[in-house]
Structure formats: C-alpha cells, structure tokens
C-alpha cells in the first residue's frame, strides 16, 4: 500500500506491506511528522555560492585599518 501524504508544494510517500488499521495509523502518524519536518516551501528555487580559501579579498582603499 502506498500513502502519499500533500501539503503547499510538499509531498511525502510511504510504502508500507500490508492493509492493517494499525499499520496505516502509524504510516500517516509518520508521514505528517516528516512533512512537519521539510522547510517551508518559498516558490523560488534556492540560491546560494560558495566562498574557498583561493577567493581573494579585494582591499578596500578607503579603509585606514
């Protein structure tokens, strides 16, 4: 069986073998915690770089420090 789980964007899918009203409990108590755990959606795809020891600084002039 399989549960899917939807909410703003986000979406959890569990596979569990078998049918019984326990099993199927806990499947849904599972996929609402992992749901609760993503991060809220934002509607933009993440940006982000990445600064290494070879980026080199630009000195500023101005700066009498």
Sequence with gaps: ??????????????????????????????????LDALPPETGRPPFGYAVSSETERAENEDDES
């Design 1 to 34: 069986m399989r549960l899917t789980v939807k909410s703003a964007g986000r979406r959890v899918e569990i596979r569990i073998s078998g049918d019984s009203p326990g099993l199927l409990a806990a499947a849904e108590a599972s996929a609402q915690r992992l």
